[in-house]
């Protein structure tokens, strides 16, 4: 109890009026403020996820023995209708394959390619590894996020310049290794490579996503948009498959990649062949 003399305590202001305060005659959902978001409507919300989407989940899971092992193409094809993996897209997963939302929810939150949040229509992955980040990745990645963000404040990890899901929207984060050392400081986005950066081509290239290009990658299939990309990870491709697989199967290699090879082979080097009689280690029985 305190009294008018008293110092009043640090925190928030008491509500001048509370729920608990109304008479019987008040609709309290009426004037809850949760009900503008959708809440509490009347009606339940309608499903992000349409018969459509609910055939293909089904036929992923009709893919494998245990339909449970269908849950990570699932997760890809939830994203690929919301940009991320909402909680409703766990529901709709633990539903489909018979799992428990906390299951879902364990996947889901331990492989970085699911993201929590919605993205935006480019996700672009730079590589802060150990050899791209000290051939320039850690500055690339300042560099974007500081030509990202706003008011003097730089986009950080897993946030999205733009509104996600709209054109032009783009989603920073940090990558471990993209296996792709030999032409670092790489970058990806939507998952395909953009080699050899620098700061300035790093800039150049979110700029020209931001109005709506697509430059080509430096190898592989050509750019088009996360969800896009979620869906053929998902494990469903374009209509047309002949024409997508040769766009698939473009150069993937690049010179770099395999010098190596080539040295040796013009040098005449070849590993030693092993012994017949080289001693194998036991296998322990089981
Ligand atoms: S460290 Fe960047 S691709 Fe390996």
């Known amino acids: 109890m ?150 003097g404040k730089p986009l950080g990890h897993e946030q999205t310049a733009g509104t996600p899901g709209e054109q032009g929207s783009i989603t920073i984060e940090h990558a471990e290794c993209l296996a792709a050392c030999d032409l670092g400081p790489v970058l990806q986005v939507n998952y395909e490579y953009y080699d050899n950066q620098t700061p300035d081509s790093a800039v150049e290239l979110v700029d020209a996503l931001r109005r709506g290009e697509k430059p080509a990658p430096t190898r592989g299939a050509p750019l088009s948009d996360f969800k896009a990309v979620e869906r053929q990870l998902a494990g469903f491709f374009p209509e047309d498959e002949e024409a997508y697989r040769i766009d698939v199967d473009g150069p993937s290699q690049a010179v770099e990649t395999l010098r190596g090879a080539q040295l040796a082979a013009d040098r005449g080097w070849t590993a030693p062949a092993m012994a017949d009689d080289a001693p194998l280690p036991e296998v322990e029985a089981k």
């Open 2 to 151: 305190t009294t008018p003399s008293e110092t009043p305590r640090p925190g928030a202001e008491p509500a001048k009026e509370t729920f608990a305060a109304a008479g019987a005659d008040v609709d309290v959902v009426g004037i809850s403020p949760v009900r503008e978001e959708g809440m509490l409507a009347d009606e339940p919300l309608a499903s992000p996820f349409d018969a459509a989407t609910v055939a293909e989940a089904q036929a992923l899971a009709a893919r494998y023995p245990q339909s449970r092992s269908a849950l990570l193409p699932m997760l890809h094809l939830v994203q690929s209708v919301q940009g991320y993996v909402s909680q409703e897209g766990i529901a709709f997963c633990g539903e489909q394959l018979g799992l428990s939302e906390a299951e879902v929810s364990a996947v889901a939150t331990f492989y970085t390619m699911y993201k929590r949040k919605p993205c935006g229509e480019h996700l672009v992955s730079v590589c802060t590894n150990t050899l791209c980040a000290a051939l320039g990745g850690d500055a690339i990645y300042k560099r974007l996020g500081e030509h990202l963000g706003e008011d």
